[in-house]
């Protein structure tokens, strides 16, 4: 969208997909490699705008947030980033799809990402979505075209999945709109919500050597990796 920063956008016309979630993890990430962050929450829940006021109370937010739930709010807001010469990352968690900022959003975002919870139910409004959301970015020009792109979340270990669920998490890996990177634990991050992005936590308990501490870093460390292997594989798709 701009060439100071790349705007990233969650999308799923399922509700309870794990949009908030995903967006935290992605948040996370990204400032855990450096990347200067803004996000907004379009979604009127305004959950995530909740977990960045906790974050600034427990002096663990070196972002900008913005609440931003309609088209108006959001255009203002990438304005006033353009106008500081932001250079980062923006992250917008969408109310969903189908509302006039999430269809704004689908046109004025570098990628529009869609998670994806095992179960047939999600499986098919996600990719139904991401359907359309495809036919609405392949009638822009080239230069505007999103990366759209479905990102499995909170998937479950080899051992825990059924057959069922195997052959959801196989033909999911196949789909050409599907990353190759997933987060595989996307819940860890609602457990410490009131402590706001996972990096702070990690740099806390990184040197933990045994105990639940030590279990936390690491999974903590998963999820970041995760998010970091997602970023980086939207960027290889957009070159």
């Known amino acids: 969208m701009s060439d100071g920063f790349d705007v990233v956008s969650v999308i799923n016309a399922k509700g309870g997909a794990g949009k908030t979630s995903l967006t935290k993890v992605l948040i996370s990430a990204a400032l855990a490699a450096g990347q200067d962050v803004v996000a907004f ?6 959950n995530l705008m909740g977990w960045i006021e906790r974050s600034k109370e427990a002096g663990n937010w070196p972002a900008k947030g913005f609440k931003a739930s309609t088209m108006v709010q959001i255009v203002d807001a990438l304005n006033s980033l353009i106008e ?5 990352m923006v992250f917008v968690d969408t109310a969903g799809f189908g509302d006039e900022a999430s269809l704004y959003m689908v046109n004025n975002s570098d990628f529009v990402v869609l998670p994806i919870m095992l ?4 499986v098919d409004t996600t990719m139904e979505t991401a359907k359309v959301v495809m036919e609405m970015v392949e009638k822009l020009d080239e230069e505007s075209k999103a990366v759209v792109k479905v990102v499995r979340c909170n998937i479950p270990t080899q051992s825990s ?3 069922a669920r195997s052959e959801v998490m196989d033909t999911l890996g ?3 709109l ?8 996307s819940a860890i991050i609602e457990l410490w919500s009131d402590e706001g992005p996972l990096h702070t936590r990690f740099k806390r308990e990184k040197d933990t050597k045994e105990g639940a501490k030590a279990l936390n870093a690491k999974n903590t460390y998963t999820v970041l990796q995760d998010g970091l292997d997602v970023i980086n594989e939207l960027f290889e798709e957009a070159d």
């Open 41 to 46: 929450d379009a979604d009127p829940t305004q």
């Open 119 to 122: 179960g047939a139910d999600s």
């Open 84 to 88: 500081a010469d932001f250079e980062g």
């Open 178 to 185: 599907c990353l190759k990177a997933s987060i595989r634990h």
């Open 174 to 176: 196949q789909h050409p």
């Open 161 to 163: 999945r059924g057959k």
